[in-house]
C-alpha cells in the first residue's frame, strides 16, 4: 500500500529550481497583474505558517485557486495522504503546464479555468465536495461581486467541516469571509515577498444558488 512518504516523493519528482518558478511568475505578472497576486513565489515561511495548523489526515479533496508554479501545490501533496486529490484551477494555462511538467504524482489534477468554476469542475471529475480550498487569487483586485461570486461557489463545494485557506497582499477578501464562515482565524506572515495576510476560514454557510 502507497505511504504518505511514497506520495511526497512523487510529489518532488520533477521539481525544477527557484530561478525556473520565479522566471514563469514574473512573466505571469508583467502580463497579467490583475490575475497574479505576485511576482515572486509563495515563500517556505509563508506555507509553512498556512498549511501548518491544517489536519491534512483527513483531506481527501483539496482544491487550489491560483496555483503560480507550485510551492504550495508540492507542500499540499507531502501533507496529503496517498489516496487523496488535488485539483488546482488556474485562469493562466501558463501555470497549468508548469505544473503539469514539473510535478510527476497522479493526485494532481492540474486544469485551466476560473476559481468560480470550482463546482462545475468538481462535478466533471465526479469529485464531490472539497475538504480545503487553498487560495492566493487576489481578491483586491476583483470587484466585491466577483470576489463574491468566488466565495459563494467555495461555500457551496465546501464539506459542512471544510476549511478556506487564503494567503492576501492586502484584506479585501476579510468582508467577504465574514458572512460566509462560522470562524474567520487570521494571522499574518512578514517573511515572504511582499508579507501577507492568512486566513483560515472553517465551517462554511451553503450560500442559495
Not at 467555495?154 to 492586502?170: I, K, T, W
Request: proline letters at 8%; charged letters at 20%; glycine letters at 4%.
Amino acid at each position: 500500500m502507497a505511504t504518505n512518504y511514497d506520495a511526497a516523493r512523487l510529489a518532488g519528482a520533477r521539481s525544477t529550481g527557484w530561478r525556473s518558478a520565479l522566471s514563469v511568475s514574473t512573466r505571469e505578472f508583467l502580463n497579467r497583474p490583475d490575475l497574479v497576486g505576485s511576482a515572486f513565489p509563495a515563500s517556505r515561511y509563508l506555507v509553512d505558517a498556512l498549511l501548518d495548523p491544517v489536519d491534512w489526515s483527513t483531506a481527501r479533496v483539496v482544491v487550489e485557486f491560483g496555483p503560480g508554479t507550485g510551492p504550495l501545490t508540492r507542500a499540499m501533496l507531502r501533507r496529503m495522504p496517498a489516496d487523496s486529490r488535488l485539483v488546482t484551477l488556474d485562469v493562466s494555462p501558463h501555470f497549468t503546464r508548469h505544473l503539469r511538467r514539473t510535478i510527476d504524482d497522479p493526485r494532481l489534477l492540474a486544469i485551466t479555468t476560473s476559481a468560480a468554476s470550482v463546482r462545475a469542475t468538481l462535478a466533471k471529475h465526479e469529485l464531490g465536495s472539497a475538504d480545503l480550498i487553498v487560495t492566493g487569487i487576489p481578491f483586491s483586485t476583483m470587484s466585491p461581486d466577483e470576489g463574491a461570486k468566488v466565495l459563494d461557489a467555495s461555500a457551496q463545494v465546501l464539506h459542512p467541516n471544510g476549511e478556506l485557506l487564503a494567503y492576501q497582499m492586502r484584506t479585501a477578501i476579510a468582508p467577504l469571509l465574514a458572512p460566509r464562515f462560522d470562524e474567520v482565524e487570521r494571522s499574518y506572515v512578514w517573511r515572504n515577498i511582499p508579507p501577507c495576510h492568512l486566513y483560515w476560514a472553517r465551517r462554511p454557510f451553503k450560500p442559495a444558488l
